[in-house]
T-cell receptor, first 111, second 115 residues
Framework: DAKTTQPTSMDCAEGRAANLPCNHSTISGNEYVYWYRQIHSQGPQYIIHGLKNNETNEMASLIITEDRKSSTLILPHATLRDTAVYYCIVPDGGATNKLIFGTGTLLAVQP | DTGVSQNPRHKITKRGQNVTFRCDPISEHNRLYWYRQTLGQGPEFLTYFQNEAQLEKSRLLSDRFSAERPKGSFSTLEIQRTEQGDSAMYLC?????????????FGQGTRLTVV
């Protein structure tokens, strides 16, 4: 089972920041939090990942709480092309490091 | 680097037929994964290869499913005696070795429709 819980859906106005929350209360000390997104009919796309410090790249920022039990993905200026299902994932560690997907958050960016 | 490539993109087959899908990972990626995704659900893990060795199989992978990765390069996923319940998107992903701090790169998937 997925180790994360996310809201089913969210709306965001175009040009505004989109803040997508994720709970991972059972995360252990050496487990990373990954974010992927999936635009309709395409394969999932990696966005960002982090362990304890906040992270930023050209796509997004990741804010992880100090207790690491939750995180927020921030898309600073959402566009219509950011409409997608966003998955917050704590990989199943060990030898495979496979991703266990939940149902994610459907972000709808409105014009 | 052209990313992860999957072929075909779409496959329609009659129930009872066999189908085979191919995945070409990013070159030099040791890890290769197969996932299955049905409508409205997130992808579900099917199987994992480290180089040519198949190291893990999900219980979702029934006896009708077989996957190979000869020589640790491309991989194939075969479904024998297809059933309507096999209709889904089949996704392949690859990643370099390196512990838990590496991201996976996905292909565009093969959409299978069993009629």
């Amino acid at each position: 089972d997925a180790k994360t819980t996310q809201p089913t859906s969210m709306d965001c106005a175009e040009g505004r920041a989109a803040n997508l929350p994720c709970n991972h209360s059972t995360i252990s000390g050496n487990e990373y939090v990954y974010w992927y997104r999936q635009i309709h009919s395409q394969g999932p796309q990696y966005i960002i990942h982090g362990l304890k410090n906040n992270e930023t790249n050209e796509m997004a920022s990741l804010i992880i709480t100090e207790d690491r039990k939750s995180s927020t993905l921030i898309l600073p200026h959402a566009t219509l092309r950011d409409t997608a299902v966003y998955y917050c994932i704590v990989p199943d560690g060990g030898a495979t490091n496979k991703l266990i997907f939940g149902t994610g958050t459907l972000l709808a960016v409105q014009p | 680097d052209t990313g992860v490539s999957q072929n075909p993109r779409h496959k329609i087959t009659k129930r009872g037929q066999n189908v085979t899908f191919r995945c070409d990972p990013i070159s030099e990626h040791n890890r290769l994964y197969w996932y299955r995704q049905t409508l409205g659900q997130g992808p579900e893990f099917l199987t994992y290869f480290q180089n040519e060795a198949q190291l893990e199989k999900s219980r979702l992978l029934s006896d009708r499913f077989s996957a190979e990765r000869p020589k640790g390069s491309f991989s194939t996923l075969e479904i024998q005696r297809t059933e309507q319940g096999d209709s889904a998107m089949y996704l392949c992903a690859s990643s370099p070795s390196g512990g838990v701090n590496t991201e996976a790169f996905f292909g565009q998937g093969t959409r299978l429709t069993v009629v």
